[in-house]
């Protein structure tokens, strides 16, 4: 069976890049593309993606707050947060609200396939940027595992494969 993946984001050569990626895998999908939030929380009831690639600043509604509504109304589908930003800031609030992975675009074409299939796994992913740099950043202290982890606020029950071995620091 093949991993139904949906598309957001506003900028259409990221998509375009993104889905020729994808077509390349024989076990993946794009069953839908979305230019804002609004689109993406829509296309998500009407397609029921397994994967959700978001971006983070999107006309209409952002990466955010549709990954909030995504997931409040769909707790099965899996969002992997994609963006050009690295801070902590942000890393933290897509976690907040969810998301079982986050790409920094820089590094986006060379993790998507890997980080789609870990977060299939119901594992966590981060890119190797925001690993580097949360790290650095003292945000989440890695006790063991590098790709578990957790936050203060982040329900368990919404999400599997995180794990309480970790600390946020702030």
Known sequence: ??????????????????YALIANEKDMDVVAEAENGCDAVALVKQHAPDIVVMDINM???????ATRIILEENPDVKVI???IHSTNRFVKEMFEVGVSGYLVKHNAYDELV??????????PYLSSQIVGSV????????????????????????????????ELRI
């Open 81 to 83: 947060a994609l963006s």
């Open 114 to 123: 890997n980080a789609i299939r870990i977060v299939m796994k119901d594992e």
């Open 135 to 166: 790290k650095d950043g003292h945000l989440i202290t890695f006790l063991s595992d590098r790709r578990v982890f957790s936050f203060p606020g982040y329900s368990p029950e919404r999400r599997s494969g995180f794990d309480r071995r970790c």
């Open 1 to 18: 069976m093949s991993i139904g993946i949906l598309l957001a984001d506003d900028h259409k050569l990221i998509r375009d890049g993104l």
């Open 59 to 65: 006309p209409d509604l952002n990466g955010i707050d």
